[in-house]
């Protein structure tokens, strides 16, 4: 597509319920990165792909969080169990190339979480 | 480890008025890139301008003008005769050096009135 594209846009649940967050990158775009950003504070890293392959999960924060690009296009972040701390705007970047300082990363709009 | 600060939280100023928002930012890379993006109220984040540590030449843009200086570790953006639609979030951003994530300040909120 022309743009970045996150659903859903806003998603409230109640505490305990799984979530999953969809990312649908530019087309062609081989990097994808997902980001957690609260209220007043810049983006926070949490995984990001090169293809299919997720090579680094390190700002996961624990293992309620996952997320998967099977075949190097959509990718899906999922929280199970969610908790009211997990409330946030939840984020997807891309980027033409593998990692490189250079990258320029073309933001989606964000899915906005809140956990009741 | 990289890291990228914002001193300034938030800036109010009337339109017309220059404004600077300063960057600094902490690397043991000797060659590095650093961003600008935008986030107006609408929620978007907006690539603004990358830099390669190798330019220090200092970049205008119409308005915007960034004014990089590595003995420093400083990254600051001005904005020329500022107007209203340039009320919105801004923040500066580093790659870290492990791989592809970049590290984001904690943004400058620049509110300019009428």
């Known amino acids: 597509g022309a743009g970045v594209s996150q659903s859903p846009r806003y998603k409230v649940t109640k505490r305990g319920q799984d979530v999953a967050l969809r990312c649908d990158p530019i087309?062609?775009?081989?990097?994808l990165y997902w980001y957690r950003q609260a209220l007043g504070q810049g983006p926070e890293f949490l995984t990001y792909f090169n293809y299919e392959a997720q090579q680094d999960k390190s700002g996961l924060p624990n293992d309620r969080f996952s997320a998967e690009r099977p075949e190097g296009s959509i990718s899906t972040l999922t929280i199970q169990r969610t908790e009211q701390r997990d409330s946030a705007m939840y984020r997807c970047?891309?980027?033409?190339?593998?990692?490189?300082?250079?990258?320029?990363?073309?933001f989606g709009a964000g899915s906005r979480l809140t956990v009741l | 480890a990289q890291k990228v600060t914002q001193a300034q939280t938030e800036i109010s100023v009337v339109e017309k008025e220059d404004v600077t928002l300063d960057c600094v930012y902490e690397t043991r890379d000797t060659t590095y890139y650093l961003f600008w993006y935008k986030q107006p109220p609408s929620g978007e984040l907006v690539f603004l301008i990358r830099?390669?540590?190798?330019?220090?030449q200092n970049e205008i843009s119409g308005r915007y003008s960034w004014n990089f200086q590595k003995s420093t570790s400083s990254f600051n953006f001005t904005i020329t005769a500022s107007q209203v639609v340039d009320s919105a979030v801004y923040f500066c951003a580093l790659p870290d050096n492990q791989g592809g994530k970049l590290i984001f300040g904690q943004g400058t909120e620049l509110s300019v009135k009428p």
């Open positions: 087309s062609g775009h081989v990097s």
């Open positions: 970047a891309t980027g033409r190339t593998a990692y490189s300082g250079a990258n320029v990363l073309t």
């Open positions: 830099r390669n540590s190798f330019d220090e």
